[in-house]
């Protein structure tokens, strides 16, 4: 296996930049999973470290081999597409040796490592099957199996659950993962889906146009959002924002906005006081970003944040319980014997811990940091 | 249940019996009026063929007769022997299948390999070139037809296979269509074929072309059906008799003064023998490949 070490790279399309300068160090063995929006650049970033991109610039390593210049065939490389790309008139078993064919490997030797791939992917009794004859699952699976086959440094992955049912992804997404355990891989995954990502990457790359946003472990990226896109981006049902303003009062941090004033407890204040460094003054716009889960259903007389209930969803383990508010909407996430109804008022009053604060640009006040 | 509302419903029951029976009836009627529309349209166009089926089985005695017989009374295979015995048919066949059989093979060898170059390669220029070939459509045949054949004149190619192959080899619809399919399929197959270890060349003739079979079949039928039947180049290009195709050679059976149209009739049918032949073998892809826009995922 192998790590890549990709420096400074960027890819422009004429006058569009996909990817702006962009450098990460992937460890070998690491299951890292480049995350964003559709056309944020993520799949022409793993498609230069498979070398079906040109670089514009920047360097791409591949154990510590410069590999810009290498063709895709001899990068040591596998690669796992979204629309699976079966040879539509092979058989599995062809699909999946024929790179082995490729490399003149002995006819013999192919039906044995096929054999041998297939029954790690259970595809043994499907290998004199075409594509098309098989399901959604049976595909992904011939797709993993050709890429399995190489015994590739590193595999790269591009969407691969997204053509799957909801079921059958989450199946899938097990089934990935025990063979990043049974194979001891390094594995670059690409995903627009922030559940997949969480779930699967040991280490998350958020992208957004071309621009790494933030990189870090799941629940880091989760828990400290570098700025409102991360936090927006990460998390479902999304998180909560209010825009407001904030001002000194009687010596205490209050966030003012149509739909609250709320005073920050001393902790939260002295936090506020300690990132500062003159960015934060009087009466500055700033809005805080509070997650569905982390608010506490209070006594509405005495809240000082309220709203009337407009929807309740029940989706089985929690429910979903939308607000209007002064000039602000807000979802919040309740255990399902929650019972308030539509047109109630309720108080919330939110999870301090988890509190997070944007300046006017979105970047976090809390954990945005301009050295990086 | 009261009486009255038994009542209703089964006036409701009997009301949507009667509305699906008129359906039923109305989709009846719809489909007699197309098939009658269709009986007639496939009349009309296979009276031609039947009658000059009929007429190559006639003496020319009889050919026109009064009131006409569509079944000739007696057979007669004259037509078909002075055909095969009298004249260079054999050859002018031989002839037919080489010109008609080899342009269809180059022709889908590289329309297919420049319709690939056009529809997933890169290169400086691609579009004015794209744009350029499909431009020579503009021109038509006639205008060509004159400087073509002093080419192959002072090549010396005249009354040779290569002097009837190779010019019309140079028509770009084939390019056009075989780029437009190709462009559809995914580029993630030679992406992925990239990365198993295959050459451009290799991706072309493993992966591309196996997938296009349903294009290859409708250019294959429509180019081998043209140049069947191609008449003018042949004529100009291929005066010897032993250089002869059969579209050609047909037409110079007809005489100044008396031209026996029994067999010319014979050899027409036999002329159309293998066309359809050719049809019905290539039916299914031909039919897949006029559906493939419609239908591929």
């Known amino acids: 296996m192998a790590n890549v070490e990709i420096l400074e790279v960027t890819k422009k399309y004429k006058e569009v930049t996909a990817v702006d300068n962009v450098s990460l160090n992937i460890e070998d063995q690491e299951f890292l999973v480049l995350l964003g929006p559709s056309g944020c650049g993520k799949s022409t970033l793993l498609k ?21 210049y290498t063709p895709p065939k001899d990068r040591d490389v596998a690669m796992v597409f979204q629309n699976y790309a079966l040879y539509p008139h092979m058989t599995v078993k062809d699909n999946i040796g024929f790179s082995l064919k490729m490399g003149r490997v002995h006819k013999g030797e192919i039906g044995k490592q096929v054999e041998d791939v297939a029954k790690i992917l259970q595809l043994d009794t499907f290998l004199e099957r075409r594509p098309e004859q098989l399901s959604g699952g049976q595909r992904q699976r011939v797709a993993l199996g050709r890429a399995i086959v190489r015994k590739p440094a590193v595999f790269l992955m591009d969407e691969p659950l997204s053509n799957l049912d909801a079921k059958l992804r989450i199946q899938m997404r097990e089934e990935l993962l025990r063979l990043h355990d049974r194979l001891q891989a390094t594995i670059i995954y690409v995903t627009h889906d922030q559940i997949e990502a969480m779930t699967m990457g040991s280490r998350i790359v958020l992208l957004r146009d071309g621009v790494v946003q933030q990189i870090g472990p799941p629940q880091d990226v989760y828990d400290h959002p570098v700025n409102a896109f991360v936090a927006g981006f990460l998390g479902s049902p999304s998180i909560n924002f209010f825009e407001g303003q904030l001002v000194r009062r009687d010596g205490t941090w209050v966030f003012a906005s149509p739909a609250m004033q709320l005073a920050f407890p001393a902790e939260v204040g002295a936090k506020v006081d300690a990132v500062n460094h003159g960015r934060l003054g009087e009466s500055t716009p700033v809005s805080i970003g509070v997650r569905p889960e982390n608010f506490q259903v209070v006594d509405g007389q005495n809240a000082r944040m309220k709203g009337e209930i407009s929807l309740v969803e029940f989706v089985g383990s929690d429910k979903y319980v939308y607000l209007d508010m002064p000039s602000a909407h807000c979802l919040i996430r309740t255990s399902p014997w929650f019972h308030g109804k539509k047109g109630d008022t309720i108080g919330l009053e939110p999870d301090w811990e988890h509190f997070q604060l944007f ?14 | 249940m009261s009486s009255t509302e038994v009542e209703v419903r089964a006036t409701a029951a009997e009301a949507k019996r009667a509305a699906e029976r008129g359906a039923k009836s109305r989709k009846i009627a719809g489909i007699s009026v197309s098939y009658l529309i269709l009986i007639i349209g496939c009349c009309i166009a296979i009276f031609p063929f039947l009658y000059i089926v009929s007429l190559s089985f006639k003496e020319s005695t009889s050919l026109v007769s009064y009131p006409p017989k569509w079944i000739p009374d007696p057979f007669y295979f004259g037509n078909y022997t002075f055909l095969l015995g009298e004249t260079s048919y054999i050859r002018w066949a ?20 420049a319709g690939y170059t056009f529809a997933k390669m890169d290169f400086p220029g691609k579009e004015i070139l794209f744009t350029f070939v499909l431009a020579t459509l503009m021109i038509p045949f006639a205008a060509t037809l004159i400087p073509a054949f002093l080419i192959v004149k002072n090549l010396g190619m005249v009354n040779t296979y290569w002097g009837l192959i190779l010019p019309p080899l140079a028509s770009p619809i084939g390019i056009f269509m075989m780029r ?15 990365l198993d270890g295959c050459s451009e060349f290799y991706i072309y003739l493993r992966i591309i072309l196996p997938n296009c079979k349903p294009a290859l079949a409708v250019l294959g039928i429509f180019v081998f059906m043209t140049q069947w039947t191609n008449f003018i180049w042949p004529l100009v290009v291929a005066k010897a008799d032993e250089m002869r195709v059969l579209t050609v050679g047909l037409a ?3 005489g100044q003064w008396v031209t026996n149209w029994g067999v010319i009739a ?3 049918v036999m002329l159309m023998i293998p066309i359809a032949i050719v049809f019905i073998f290539f039916q299914r892809w031909f039919i897949a490949g006029s559906m493939a826009g419609a239908l591929k995922e």
């Not at chain 1, 498979?50 to 154990?63: D, H, K, S, V």
């Open chain 1, 48 to 68: 230069m470290i498979a070398g079906l991109e040109e670089i514009t610039r920047g360097e791409i390593y591949i154990n510590g081999k410069l590999v810009n």
């Open chain 2, 252 to 254: 110079s059976l007809k």
């Open chain 2, 94 to 113: 031989f002839n037919t299948f080489a010109f008609a059989g080899s342009v269809t093979a180059l022709k889908i060898f590289f329309d297919s390999i």
């Open chain 1, 359 to 372: 300046d006017a640009e979105g970047r976090s006040v809390f954990w945005w940091n301009p050295e990086a």
């Open chain 2, 266 to 268: 014979a050899g027409s």
């Open chain 2, 180 to 194: 437009q399919f190709i462009e559809s399929l995914p580029k993630d197959l030679e992406n992925a074929a990239r």
